[in-house]
C-alpha cells in the first residue's frame, strides 16, 4: 500500500471522532444532560434560530394581550365590562388565559375552574397546566394548596409549550415547610420533565409588579433569553395602567420591529408601542407612560435545571435567601441590568454551565453574603461595576461607572475559571471569603477602582491567588491568606496598597509587579514559601514602595540564568564597569601591577632609555661596518 493511501482510512477515523464528538457535546446541550457540561454556546445554527424566533413570538404574544386589555380598560363601555372578567385570548401565537384585577385574587380553584380542560386535576392529585396564563395590572395570583402540596406541571412538548406571565401583577407561590409547591415542565408524551430546550419551554415571568415564592422546587423551565430563561423576575418597560389607545392604520408591506415585536416612537413624552398581528397585517397602536420596576423575595426554595436558574433585571429592593440553584444550562443567579438593592443570603449555587452569580453591568448596591457558588463552568462570582457605553452609543447611556456591591463571608470552591471576578466599577469589595481552586482566586481588572479585597482565604489555585489586572487604582489588599499556588498576589499595570497578608506554601513569587505601578506601596506582607523570588519586581515601572515585608520564611530556589538576568541590568552594567576601573587602578597604586615612586623604579627611566635608543643605535651601526674592514685587513697580512 502506498504510504498516501495507508493515511487516507486514518484521516477518515478521525473525521468521525470529530464529527461524533461535535454531535454529543450539541446533543448533551439541547437534552440538559449535566453529565459532562459543554460550553454553553455550544448549539446549532438551527437550533439558535429556533429559540431566538420563539422568544419574539412570546414577546409579542404577551405585549398583545396586555395591550388589548388595558386599551379595553380605557375604552370604558361593554369592551370594559367584558375585559373585567376572565377570558380567553387567542392569537396566532397561542392562547391565553387572561386574569383581570379584581377585589380577591385568583387561586388554584380558580384556575380549574376557568381553565377547564386546559387546567386538569391527575389521579396522583397534580394538575397540568395546558394553556398560558396572563396575570394583568393590578391582579393577583395565588399557587398554594392548605391540604397538602401543590404539584403543578406546564406543558412542555415539541411544538407547545405555556407559560405563567405576570404584567404589574403580584404572583406569590406560598408552600411551607409541610405543604411544598413543585412546579416544572411538563411534557406529556414522555410522562417526564422537559430538558430539551431547542423547541421551546415552559417558564415563568413577573414583569413590574412583584413575585414572592417561598418552600417551593421549581424544575427543568425556561430556555434561550433571560426573561424567558425558568423564573424571571423583570421590570416593566411600560406602566402597569394607563395605556390608551392611537389611531391605528392598516400596515402597507412589511414593517421591521424590534426583538420584542415592537417599534417605537415619542409622543408628547409617552411611549406609543405599535403592535401587528400574528400575520404582520395589522397594526395597533398604543400609547403608554412610563414604567416601574419588579420586586419581591425567593425563599427556601430549590431551583434544578433551569436555562437561567434566576434571572432579575429592572428591579428594586428583591431578595433571595435560603435559596440552592443547580444545573442551570446557563448562569445560576443573574443580576442583570439595573438590578439595585437586591440581597442575596444563604444562597448556593452549583453546576452551572455558566457563572454561578452574576451582577452585570448597571447592578448598584448588591449584598451578596454567606452564600456559596460551587462547581460551576465558569467563575463563582461575577462583580461588573462596567458603564454601559464607552463613547456616544444611539440609545444615548450613560458613561458612569456602577458599584457599591459586596460578597462577604461566601465560598467559592472549584469552579473552572476564577473563584470571584470584579470587573470595573467603583467601591466593590470581597471581603472574609473562601476562595479554594480555580484558575486565579479573585480577579480584579478593567479600570475597576477604590476595590477592597480584605480578610479572605485562598488556596489551590491553579496560576494566582489575588491578580489585579490592566488599570485597577486605589485597590486595597489586605489581610488575606494565600496558599498553595504559583503567585500569590499578582499586579500588572495597576496602582494598590498591599499590607498585612500571609502567604504559605507557594511555588513560584510571592508577590509579583509587572508594567506602571506607580504609587503601589507593599508593607507589613509575612511571604512564605519555596520558589524564585519572595517579592518579584524585576518588571515594574514607577516608584513603588516595598518596606517591612517578613521572608524569613522563603526558600528562594532561582536558577544560575535566573540570578543573572536579575543582577545583569544596563544600570547595573554600568556601575560594574565604573568600580571596576576604580578597582584596578587601586590595585596598580598597592603593587599589583608595575611599581612607581620612591619604592619602585625610576619614574623616567623610561623616558631615558627612549632619549639613549638612537645614540644606541648609531653606534651599532658604526660597529657593524669597521667589522669588515678588520676582516680585511686580516687577510691581507696573513
Avoid at 507557594?506 to 504609587?519: D, F, K, M
Amino acid at each position: 500500500m502506498k504510504p498516501g493511501n495507508r493515511r487516507k482510512p486514518l484521516l477518515v477515523l478521525l473525521a468521525l471522532v470529530l464529527i461524533a464528538s461535535g454531535t454529543w457535546g450539541y446533543l448533551t446541550f439541547v437534552s440538559g444532560d449535566t453529565g459532562d457540561l459543554p460550553d454553553v454556546n455550544d448549539v446549532s445554527a438551527a437550533d439558535a434560530q429556533q429559540q431566538s424566533t420563539l422568544v419574539d413570538q412570546e414577546d409579542l404574544r404577551v405585549m398583545q394581550t396586555r395591550a388589548a386589555l388595558t386599551s379595553a380598560l380605557a375604552r370604558g363601555g361593554p369592551n370594559a365590562a367584558a375585559a373585567r372578567q376572565p377570558h380567553i385570548s387567542s392569537s396566532a401565537n397561542g392562547r391565553t388565559l387572561v386574569l383581570p384585577q379584581r377585589g380577591e385574587p385568583y387561586r388554584v380553584s380558580d384556575l380549574e375552574a376557568l381553565g377547564g380542560e386546559d387546567f386538569q386535576k391527575q389521579t396522583d392529585g397534580s394538575y397540568v397546566l395546558n394553556i398560558n396564563v396572563f396575570i394583568g395590572p393590578g391582579a393577583r395570583l395565588v399557587l398554594q394548596n392548605a391540604t397538602g402540596p401543590l404539584v403543578l406541571r406546564m406543558r412542555s412538548e415539541p411544538g407547545a409549550f405555556t407559560s405563567i406571565v405576570g404584567f404589574g401583577a403580584d404572583i406569590r407561590i406560598n408552600g411551607s415547610a409541610q405543604n411544598p409547591v413543585h412546579l416544572t415542565s411538563w411534557n406529556s408524551r414522555e410522562q417526564k420533565e422537559d430538558t430539551k430546550v431547542a423547541d421551546g419551554r415552559a417558564y415563568i415571568r413577573v414583569v413590574g409588579g412583584a413575585l414572592k415564592m417561598s418552600h417551593a422546587r421549581v424544575e427543568h423551565l425556561g430556555f434561550w433569553s433571560g426573561r424567558t430563561g425558568g423564573l424571571s423576575m423583570t421590570g416593566s418597560d411600560r406602566s402597569s395602567e394607563g395605556a390608551e389607545q392611537v389611531p391605528g392604520t392598516q400596515a402597507q408591506g412589511q414593517k421591521l420591529l424590534s426583538p420584542d415585536g415592537r417599534s417605537r416612537a415619542q409622543r408628547g413624552g409617552d411611549t406609543v408601542v405599535e403592535i401587528m398581528d400574528g400575520s404582520g397585517g395589522r397594526k395597533v397602536s398604543y400609547q403608554m407612560p412610563e414604567a416601574n420596576l419588579v420586586t419581591g423575595s425567593i425563599e427556601d426554595s430549590t431551583i434544578v435545571g433551569n436555562a437561567y436558574g434566576i434571572f432579575i433585571t429592572g428591579s428594586n429592593e428583591t431578595r433571595i435567601r435560603a435559596t440552592t440553584v443547580q444545573d442551570s444550562l446557563v448562569n445560576g443567579v443573574l443580576l442583570h441590568r439595573f438590578a439595585r438593592n437586591a440581597t442575596i443570603e444563604n444562597t448556593t449555587v452549583t453546576r452551572s454551565r455558566g457563572d454561578g452569580f452574576v451582577l452585570s453591568r448597571a447592578t448598584q448596591n448588591v449584598k451578596i453574603s454567606g452564600s456559596t457558588a460551587e462547581e460551576n463552568g465558569g467563575n463563582g462570582f461575577t462583580l461588573s461595576g462596567l458603564p454601559l457605553a464607552q463613547a456616544a452609543s444611539a440609545s444615548g447611556e450613560s458613561l458612569r461607572s456602577f458599584g457599591d456591591s459586596s460578597v462577604t463571608s461566601s465560598v467559592a470552591r472549584d469552579n473552572e475559571r476564577y473563584g470571584m471576578e470584579i470587573q470595573g466599577g467603583v467601591r466593590l469589595s470581597v471581603q472574609t471569603s473562601e476562595v479554594v481552586g480555580g484558575e486565579a482566586g479573585i480577579v480584579v481588572s478593567k479600570e475597576a477602582r477604590d476595590v477592597q479585597i480584605s480578610g479572605n482565604r485562598l488556596s489551590g489555585q491553579s496560576e494566582q491567588g489575588i491578580s489585579l489586572r490592566d488599570g485597577v487604582r486605589s485597590a486595597k489588599i489586605s489581610g488575606n491568606i494565600v496558599r498553595n499556588t504559583r503567585v500569590a498576589i499578582h499586579l500588572r499595570d495597576s496602582r494598590a496598597t498591599i499590607t498585612g497578608n500571609t502567604v504559605q506554601s507557594v511555588s513560584l513569587h510571592g508577590l509579583t509587579l509587572i508594567g506602571q505601578a506607580e504609587g503601589t506601596r507593599i508593607t507589613g506582607n509575612t511571604l512564605g514559601g519555596a520558589g524564585r523570588s519572595a517579592i518579584d519586581s524585576d518588571r515594574v515601572l514607577g516608584a513603588v514602595t516595598i518596606a517591612g515585608n517578613n521572608t524569613d520564611g522563603w526558600q528562594e530556589t532561582a536558577g544560575f540564568w535566573t540570578m543573572v538576568k536579575r543582577i545583569a541590568k544596563p544600570m547595573n552594567i554600568i556601575w560594574a564597569v565604573v568600580f571596576g576601573v576604580v578597582l584596578v587602578s587601586a590595585f596598580r597604586s598597592r603593587g599589583l601591577g608595575p611599581r612607581i615612586g620612591r619604592r619602585g623604579i625610576d619614574p623616567y627611566s623610561l623616558q631615558k632609555a627612549m632619549e639613549e635608543r638612537p645614540v644606541r643605535r648609531l653606534k651599532a651601526a658604526a660597529d657593524t661596518e669597521a667589522e669588515p674592514a678588520r676582516v680585511s685587513s686580516g687577510t691581507d697580512r696573513s
